[in-house]
């Protein structure tokens, strides 16, 4: 009998799944709210609204008013509301506490911005939400300093991370929750002079205690951007990477890559996929090559688009698509197919990881059902 290579891949992703034994503890904080069937995929799966600015920003600088109508207007689109509050009250009550999860990688070039978070920030108190209970996040408390996040955070918002600082050995479990992780028997091979491997920390994932104790919802507010090992840096990996610790050991050198599988098995854990209600992706500044390093300036350009969705893979592969359209354009292979180069030194870019998250039940990976609607505002 002969397989195709969806067979093949079908079946190879449940022989992978039968062997991580992970932990699927949910969360012991806030309790996540049923209305709606929030999470993920969430309530609009395969959806996925873009909406393009010509005048988000001028000069690298992001344009606050365009920006703004902007998310209002995928807010709308992506519910099927008529005001952009109604919008917003379809995800988030009073009585949530809510988390932001941003991203600070790549900076100064491609990161969160102020002009996106505070509109989010304004919606979330106008449904009565005040802002000591809205929380922002990202993995290490030094890149979000350093990024300049605290600066234009509003005054009483409050802001955590996971990690104190960018450790080589991601093993610190101070801001971590022992009792949710992911398990995969895989070691960074660093690990070994200074750890021991018979220890079950070594092959385990925890969660931030961010989102397992501190919050009952979560925006996840990612960037357009390309990443090395993992082909792209969208809504799947700002989530699998900046809420868990232990993730080095998915790339752990250029050729010991297995982002393809690693991704999905985190997002998959029930307090994820519970938890993290909206995904907003930033485009308006974005990265086709380089990422997340410091080369990245060379290959960021002006996409002026953003994207909504409560479905990550929908979401991904629609940004993916976006990505590899710029590289098309200045003469550079798709990511599936690139090679190491100057600025890109994995073997072999692991997009895969979004069907592969398909396969999890995490979204909509065909274009055939996604549902992509596509808004110019002049």
């Not at 979000?144 to 996971?162: D, H, I, K, M, N």
Request: hydrophobic content about 40%.
């Amino acid at each position: 009998m002969a397989f195709d290579r969806r067979e093949i891949l079908a079946a190879s992703v449940a022989a992978t799944l039968a062997s991580l034994p992970a932990r699927m503890a949910r969360a012991q904080g806030p309790e996540a709210s049923n209305e709606g069937t929030p999470g993920i995929p969430g309530p609009y799966p395969g959806r996925v609204v873009a909406v393009h600015h010509p005048n988000s920003i001028v000069s690298g600088t992001y344009q606050a008013d365009p920006v703004e109508q902007m998310i209002d207007r995928g807010m709308r689109e992506l519910t099927g509301t008529e005001i952009p509050l109604d919008a917003w009250r379809k995800f988030f009550h009073p009585g949530d506490v809510v988390g932001i999860k941003l991203n600070p990688v790549g900076m100064p070039h491609v990161i969160s911005a102020p002009e996106v978070l505070h509109p989010i920030i304004r919606a979330l108190e106008a449904v009565g939400i005040p802002r000591r209970d809205i929380v922002a996040y990202d993995r290490y408390g030094e890149q979000f300093q350093r990024a300049g996040f605290v600066e234009w955070l509003p005054e009483g918002v409050r802001w955590t991370s996971g990690s104190p600082t960018t450790q080589r050995i991601q093993l610190d479990m101070d801001g971590y929750d022992p009792d949710v992780y992911m398990e995969m028997p895989l070691v960074h091979p660093a690990y070994a002079p200074e750890y021991d491997l018979s220890d079950a920390h070594a092959r385990r994932s925890y969660v931030a205690r961010f989102l397992t104790k501190e919050v009952n919802k979560v925006i996840n507010l990612c960037v357009v951007k390309h990443h090395q090992s993992a082909g792209v840096t969208l809504a799947l990996k700002n989530m699998s990477h900046g809420l868990v610790n232990n993730v080095s050991r998915s790339h752990a050198t250029t050729t010991a890559n297995v982002c393809g599988i690693f991704i999905p098995a985190v997002v998959d854990l029930p307090v994820i996929r519970e938890k993290v209600v909206l995904h907003i992706l930033d485009g308006v500044k974005a990265a086709y090559h380089g990422g997340p390093g410091s080369s990245v300036e060379r290959y960021t350009w002006e996409h002026k688009t953003m994207y909504f969705a409560t479905d990550p893979v929908a979401l991904d592969k629609t940004g993916w698509q976006a990505i590899d359209k710029k590289r098309v354009e200045v003469g550079r292979a798709p990511i599936a197919l690139l090679k190491p180069d100057e600025d890109s030194q994995w073997l072999n870019a692991q997009v895969e990881h979004i069907e592969l998250a398909s396969n999890f039940g995490l979204g909509v990976f065909d274009d055939d059902k996604i549902d992509l609607k596509r808004i110019n505002l002049a």
